[in-house]
């Protein structure tokens, strides 16, 4: 029986507790203090921030440096901060002059972020491109999937949901596809160390959306997005070389929170989110059901006017709920000199807009760091568990077992419907027991109250990631490094299908499916670290070795019940489908890297790995892959010349170049005879593949990073061009050589694009700041050969009423489909025969577009005003096609509005001739022209730009906390996600993909979940 869950208690009461805050007590008005503030060459800085920590109670400096500050407590400390400059904060101690002398602020220059294999270095010092987001931005507007808030905030970065609802995994590519049959997502990396991330996967979710999709998510579930410090995103080949061919698309390497030795601090964090649908699809309601303009009974709506039917189309909203999603997390830090120790637990529970849809999922976290004799040892030790449960999974986007079909193919009006709704089965004397209730029943056309209730499927999940790091000291300039991880992650779902339906439940008793999948990955490494400074010269070097372990096994079990609904493996006829897939792979190597800074201004980084990888023949399995880089601070040499101008505050050119391979999937070296369904050897007829080559990249990259006006405003600019050759492909084997098919390596795919990042603060007052960043990146995803077999007739990568296909020569993202029959000047033919007009179908496919876009802007801003904050990101994709599978449907039944206003429009009207060229002039009636090759066409452009979140927030002062024991600090926030579209073309998201897993079937909506708004709440309360 399945256990009712309890209401999640969190989130409810904190508002009360806010409102206590907001009871004033004034600062006690004590004494002025004033001063001036200069620089390093006693020069006077103008509009200089001075104020009361903790207060609003602050000034800033005139034109000559010169600053007044009133009722300042003699035991007040007075922080002292301008843009570009280092900032100091100051106990007044009864003081009542106070001159402060600013330095340039050397850290954000100075700037040290995590690269590969987690070694930090200074920002300035790299010759690739990276950029930093921290965790604050990320949970601005918290998510499901904290991935998803990736999208705009970093150039070069593709992020696409696979529109399946709460819980739903998200689709991360950088700088464009390398592979065409292997991974094209980057590696995830935490705390140094790989994490699995990939897509909960199971024996029914790897249809890519045709066939009962289920998407329930990925493995960055596994993480707490409130114990994320900071996401470094390494973009290039040369940026992640390190990591080998599992980086070999780039690396998100992340950061989490540790405790803090001195200090012990409870933090709470509560979130509510609303997601509110809104259909964008439209309906008609001007004919009945029928054909051909007859009423009458039928799947379609292709019938008479309307001669006062409720023919209204309200039982679509009705259909969805607005979702919800409850976050509550706390966390515990705090440690002394010898160990330091950092807490969490999180509880996501929510609701999708799709009925019946739940979603529970708990993180627990624990990281224990510690040093140890005079900092000779450091200890890091972490653990997380995650468990992750999603009752009645939406089989969206799909078209089999999903209600979404039925609902909107729907021809007789809300009456009609509704009769479904509250009746959605009968009783079947043949069985003695209920059965589906629908006259409009089809393969896809099913009742969508008796899916919601009769048609289940259930998903379980639960993680594990322990990791350990040891570092000797043995100098200030040596030390060596130990760390390892360990990822568990077991998988377990259920479907249940009634008996009552035809196809999806079968002829007998009804259909069960069970499905256990464990995932096992270890991963090690050794690295010996040196960083020392001789002279003018510094040497960072690291060597080691790290060897990576992945194990999958995935059991499935699917029956036809013989005693109808009764779930049990051992209540079957027929013969059961019984399928155990287990993979096995292992990567090994060693590598090394050292970079070379001569006056903190001149660098030079070489890199070398080199791999052995399991999945490779013995022959092959070795590959050794270099890189190198330089980058140049222009601006050091100006300073040691005295020439830099003073508007100019950093600037720095780099330079890199990289090769690095990609091992192939699993399988293709030794293929194996094989079982089917019926327990019978069925003989392999692919040759192995002994000769098999690693996927190879090699990538240049060139870039310049400047920084204007002390850092107000900043400018980073790349440019790359990566090939990636040795794809993989099977192909029809000669004659005579015993087998049907055989795999070779060709093929080459190539990515050169641009990217800009600009930052600006154009606004810094006492009481005001404003704060902008712009991203800009375009990519040329292109196709530059392809073996011989494919060269002329293009390689299909998917088909489903359009042809994903490559040409050599051609963009990656190229759409074909077959439509109606043309002439030369590309006029359709229309043949009149028996009174009907007849479209006949092209023998060959045209082309239709291409989904990949030109480019893409994104713009985040934050604004303060004392302690009120607004922050908001818009950004867009611009160019490229995507394609409606739903309104397609929609169209052909005669259900959409476009169908309907064809009609009252006495038909289409386009340039047609007869089959002997003569031109055409009559209208192609409706139904003629939406159920022919020209009406499964739904395609829109890609474009679209919005409003992607939106956060207004305030600070509780600590004037207003201090009254209240404990509390340091309170912030409460409305938030909003995906509020509107300032332009959208399609009737769907056109950056949903319709499976996450495949390198397809990134353009298409195929009766997806509908779009929806979220809006909702944040508390943040620190003790």
Known sequence: MKKTRKRNPFGSGFLAILFLFISTSLFAQNSTVKGTVTDSKNEPLIGVSVLVQGSTNGTITDVNGNYILNNVPSNATIEISYVGMKSQTIPVNGQETINVVLKDDTELLDEVVVTALGIKRAEKSLSYATQKISGDDLQTVPSSNVLSNLAGKTAGMMVSNSGAGVGSSVKVVLRGNRSI??????????????????????????????????DAGDGMAGINPDDIESINVLKGASASALYGSQAANGVIMITTKRGIEGKTSLSFNSSFQADIPYITYKFQDAYEMGSNGTSQQSNMQWGAKNAGKDLSNSFINDFFNTGNLWVNSFSISGGNKLVQNYFSYQNSNGKGIMPNN??????????????????????????????????????????????????????????????????????????????QNWKHEEDINKNPYWLLNRASYDFHANKVITKANIKFNFTDYLNLQLRGSYDYTKMNSERKVNWGVSVISGDRGGRYEVYNDV???????????????????????????????????????????RIPNFFNLNNYQGRPILKQDIEHRQLRSIFGTASLGWRDMLYLDVTARNDWASTLPSGNRSYFYPSIGTSFIFTELMNQQNSRPSWLTFGKIRASWTQVGNDMPWGKTIVYDTLNDSGDIEKNTTAPFTDLKPEKSSAFEVGLNVRFLNNRIGLDIAYYNTKTKNQYFLVDAPSGTGYSKYFINAGEIGNKGFEATLDVTPIQTKNFNWTSALNFTTNQNKVLSLPEQYKETGLKLTSGGFTYLLREGDKWGEMYMKQSKRD???????????????????????????????????????????????????????????????????????????????????????SAVTPDGKPYDKPIDAQTWYTSKEGELAMYKATNVRLREISLGYSFPKKMLDKIKYITGARLSLVGRNLFYIYRDAPFDPEMVLSTTTNSTSNVDNFSIPMSRTIGFNLNINF
Do not use: C
């Open 181 to 214: 049959y292997g991974n094209n997502q980057p590696l995830y990396v935490v705390d140094g160390t790989p994490i699995n991330s990939k897509s909960f996967t199971n024996g029914a979710n790897a249809d890519a959306g045709y066939g009962g999709n289920i």
């Open 358 to 435: 739940k979603f529970n999922k708990h993180n627990v976290a624990l990281r224990t760091t510690t040093s140890l004799f005079d900092n000779f040892l450091e200890i890091d030790g972490s653990v997380s568990l995650m468990k992750q449960d999603i009752d009645h999974a939406p089989s969206a986007p799909s078209r089999y077992f999903n209600p979404i079909v039925g609902l909107y193919l729907f021809p007789e009006g809300t009456t009609e419907f509704n009769k479904y709704k509250n009746e959605f089965e009968v009783f079947a004397p043949e069985k003695n027991i209920m059965k």
């Open 519 to 561: 995932a096992k990955e270890a991963y090690a490494d050794a690295l010996l670290n040196f960083n020392k400074t001789f002279g003018h010269v510094n040497i960072l070097a690291t060597a080691g070795t790290s060897i990576f372990d992945y194990k999958i096994d995935k059991l499935g079990n699917r029956v036809s019940l």
């Open 824 to 910: 030369d000047q590309g006029r359709i033919i229309v043949k009149d025969q028996d009174g009907k007009q007849q479209l006949q179908e092209a023998n060959e496919e045209s082309h239709i577009g291409n989904v990949m876009p030109d480019f893409m802007l994104g713009w985040t801003n934050q604004l303060n005003y004392k302690n009120v904050w607004l922050s908001f990101q818009i950004d867009g994709r611009f160019g490229g096609k995507v394609i409606s599978s739903t309104q397609a449907f929609l169209n052909k039944y005669g259900r959409s509005q476009e169908s309907a206003d064809a009609r009252l429009a006495g038909g289409i009207k386009t």
